[in-house]
């Protein structure tokens, strides 16, 4: 019963990545016959290519800045709509919708919003008496946190995850806990995050994985904005750079060590992060 699907995995999953495997250590071209070239992809890469390091500083600042703002926005917004007020259900809703639309749609929609001249938020800046507000889209230091903005917008799904969590908190805890003279913040801290540590680590895990592998918004804010990893190289993203040198320069030696190198990456932090989570997630919540 299960053929069908161990057969897609080998046909679509596991065999291209073998394949892949295989390419990382040629100097395939997409057009002529492989040659065999050992680990001099990946030496260049880590010794040479101008812009391997700069690709990997990128996504990590833009890593490291949209998971903790989005885990941040998608707890603060999860916790409020917890609460019993009117219209939850309908916030609730609204506040997951951004999630629903396609990451290239999001993109170009953000690549509008921000534009230097005729976007709609320097458009409001100039309105609240700002003279000159930031080019975003044009200049290489407002690029990059353009696209953490844009990624903090799409935290509906994580909210979510933190509402199943808050719901599963026992209630009779937080109402004894009120009546001992606790008030919100150590309730919060005494008996809200110790349950809600197992769903942080979930969202945490996902969310860098996720920031790790941007490519779809980043894609479409590039060719909607400043150009693919514009200005400047500031939004130059490590997979984007793995597609242009794949797709663009047909070196798809170097691009296949590059993914290799990032499924390494990606299988580090995520060991190091289920490490790490002894010391700060609560036992047996998971």
Same mark, same amino acid.
């Given at each position: 019963?299960?053929? +069908?699907? #161990?057969?897609? @995995?080998?046909?679509? $999953?596991?065999? +291209?990545?073998?394949? /892949? @495997?295989?390419? /990382?250590? $040629? =100097?395939d =071209?997409?057009? /002529?016959?492989?040659?065999? *070239?050992?680990? &001099? =992809?990946?030496?260049?890469?880590? $010794?040479?290519?101008?812009?391997?390091?700069?690709?990997?500083? *990128? $996504?990590?600042?833009?890593?490291? &800045?949209?998971?903790?703002?989005? #885990? @941040?926005? /998608?707890?603060? *917004?999860?916790?409020?709509l917890n609460q019993d007020i009117p219209l939850r259900g309908l916030f609730r809703t609204l506040y997951y919708f951004p999630t629903l639309l396609p990451a290239t749609a999001s993109g170009v929609l953000w690549a509008w919003i921000f534009h230097p001249h005729d976007g709609v938020l320097n458009g409001t800046l100039?309105? #609240?008496?700002?003279?000159? +507000?930031?080019?975003?889209?044009q200049s290489p230091q407002w690029a990059l946190p353009a696209l953490v903005i844009m990624s903090v917008w799409g935290y509906g799904g994580a909210m979510v995850v933190f509402l199943a969590g808050l719901q599963d908190t026992p209630k009779h805890l937080h109402e004894a806990a009120s009546l001992d003279g606790a008030t919100s913040w150590k309730r919060f801290r005494a008996i809200t995050w110790p349950d809600l540590t197992p769903i942080v680590f979930f969202n945490l895990t996902m969310s860098l994985i996720s920031a790790i592998k941007a490519f779809d918004q980043v894609f479409a804010f590039g060719t909607s904005g400043p150009g693919v990893g514009g200005p400047a190289r500031a939004t130059l993203f490590y997979v984007l750079n793995l597609y242009e040198k794949a797709f663009g320069h047909f070196h798809m030696g170097l691009a296949s060590a590059m &993914?290799?190198?990032?499924?390494? &990456?990606i299988a580090v932090l995520t060991a190091v992060n289920f490490r790490l989570s002894r010391l700060w997630v609560k036992e047996g919540s998971a």
């Open positions: 019963m299960i053929s +069908p699907v #161990l057969a897609g @995995l080998a046909i679509f $999953t596991y065999g +291209p990545m073998l394949v /892949s @495997l295989f390419l /990382s250590f $040629t =100097n =071209n997409a057009v /002529s016959t492989p040659r065999f *070239v050992g680990t &001099a =992809n990946y030496r260049y890469l880590l $010794t040479a290519d101008p812009s391997f390091w700069v690709s990997v500083k *990128v $996504t990590s600042i833009y890593a490291g &800045a949209s998971v903790l703002l989005g #885990l @941040l926005a /998608s707890l603060s *917004v999860a916790l409020i100039r309105g #609240l008496g700002w003279s000159q +507000p930031p080019a975003w889209t &993914a290799w190198i990032l499924f390494g &990456a």
